[in-house]
């Protein structure tokens, strides 16, 4: 009987794939990112990938989420380092290690903004364990093993759903990756605006309602930084506690144009014709 039987499928490892799902998930969340901002228009989006850098829009679309990425990381293995029954608990120095790491990542790179909701999300989580954890311990056979068989389904789902959600609300309140600016045009006062390139003849920016201009260099009297005011849940706890204290350096006007101007010689008069007497 044994001669009979099918000779087993070695399984298949799917370390290469994730690999390399892992690898364009910020390509991805960089191309989304990119159609935010462009608003579904073509014409801006196709102005937009003219001259476009790749690596900023890369490292502006993802380097943001890193800390909140390692803060999750934590929070996960502090999940199973607290289940009384967890089959892979972690070791104590485990814990300690990445508590110190993304405690002082967040110190440092994390608005207490996104620390309130981080810690609400946690906490809602923890809560929805802890109601089916008991539910499934309190309740008798069959209600039990149904309850801790559906929290399983819906532990997953709550899982996709606090990875995407928040992903995809996250990108569209990211803004553009480029810095806001303040371009003087002749008399008109243009803010904000980002600017995507510009040459000694012209100057191509996108406005506030995403609209791209392109207008001569020539025309442009001033650029400044558009800095914006920060509120006290928009700073990270080492700004929070620094202050402001670095003092703001002027900013000077930008230089008009060099022209050249050729100057035409006079008229060399005509000849006078000579009297005859």
């Keep these: 009987m044994a001669a009979l039987q099918a000779p087993r499928k070695p399984k298949r490892d799917n370390s290469t794939m ?3 799902l892992l690898g364009l998930l910020p390509v991805a969340m960089a191309c989304l990112h990119l159609v935010i ?7 801006t989006l196709r102005s937009l990938t003219e001259n476009l850098n790749v690596t900023a829009l890369v490292l502006a679309t993802t380097l943001p989420l890193l800390s909140t990425a390692l803060t ?3 929070l996960l293995i502090l999940l199973l380092f607290m289940a009384p029954k967890a089959q892979k608990r972690p070791k104590t120095t485990t814990l300690l290690v990445w508590l110190v790491i993304v405690g002082v990542i967040d110190f440092f790179a994390m608005s207490l ?8 999300i946690f ?3 923890v809560m929805f364990l802890v109601v089916v954890v ?3 311990t309190q309740l008798k056979a069959p209600w039990g093993e149904r309850i801790k068989a559906l929290a399983e389904k819906a532990a997953k789902a709550l899982g996709i759903a606090f990875l995407v959600a928040p992903l995809i609300v996250w990108l569209g309140f990211l803004g553009v990756w480029l810095p806001q600016e303040h371009l003087t045009v002749g008399e008109t006062q243009l803010a904000p605006v980002y600017l995507l390139s510009s040459d000694v003849r012209w100057t191509k920016f996108m406005d506030a309602d995403h609209k791209v201009h392109l207008i001569p260099t020539q025309s442009i009297t001033r650029r400044q930084m558009l800095g914006t005011p920060q509120s006290t849940w928009s700073k990270t706890p080492f700004a929070l506690i620094r202050g402001n204290d670095a003092p703001k350096p002027p900013n000077p006007p930008v230089p008009p144009a060099v022209t ?3 100057i035409q010689p006079p008229p060399t008069p005509a000849p006078q014709p000579t009297p005859t007497g």
């Design 134 to 136: 008991y539910w499934a």
């Design 123 to 125: 906490a809602v989580l």
């Design 113 to 120: 903004r996104y620390m309130l909701v981080n810690a609400i």
């Design 37 to 43: 901002v462009s608003r579904g228009d073509a014409e």
């Design 18 to 20: 994730s690999l390399w």
């Design 260 to 262: 050249t101007t050729v």
């Design 72 to 74: 999750w990381v934590f």
